[in-house]
């Protein structure tokens, strides 16, 4: 990538906005979509340039979105450099840290609803049976996602046109 254009930084401020609505960080939400705009992978200093922030918060934030499982290292033949890419596993990162989140919910209100201080509490038990039934219907969204992802043809990425990373 040389430099971005409107469409491109209209793009990645939404998602720095919607990174913060969901309680991260906006330059994590810049990085991750520049990553999936991104044709080839993009070392620490080329995303720095591009975003127009300092290498250390682009280093800080990555770390953030590798743990979120959203983007992850690889390297590249001849070059020392750290290089990043979109995770080919991060929408099923996001749906298990939801699934593992809602586990942890219904576990706390369930464990509480057994107490007899607060078995009676209609909105604790609210809480747990939505938690369930949320659960419930998510059971195997993964492996549908997987069977439609691997169901759809596979395209190839387009020449980069002498664009750089």
């Not at 409107?6 to 330059?27: N, S």
């Not at 890419?85 to 942890?104: C, D, N, P, Y």
């Not at 509480?112 to 049976?129: G, I, N, T, V």
């Amino acid at each position: 990538m040389t430099e971005l254009g409107a469409a491109e930084l209209r793009f990645i401020e939404a998602m720095a906005l919607h990174f913060e609505r969901q309680g991260g960080t906006r330059i994590g939400g810049r990085i991750h979509a520049l990553l999936m705009l991104a044709d080839a992978p993009l070392s620490l200093k080329r995303i720095a340039e591009l975003l127009k922030v300092s290498a250390a918060s682009v280093s800080t934030n990555i770390r953030a979105c590798m743990a979120m499982g959203l983007v992850e290292p690889v390297s590249v033949p001849g070059d020392r450099q750290h290089y990043y890419v979109i995770s080919s596993e991060g929408w099923e990162s996001r749906l298990r840290t939801a699934e593992e989140a809602m586990k942890a919910f219904v576990k706390m209100c369930r464990s509480a609803l057994a107490s007899p201080q607060l078995a009676d509490k209609p909105h604790l038990r609210e809480a747990a049976d939505f938690c369930d039934f949320y659960l419930n219907e998510m059971a195997g969204i993964a492996e549908r996602w997987r069977a439609t992802r691997s169901a759809r043809p596979t395209r190839t990425p387009k020449a980069s046109k002498g664009r750089t990373a």
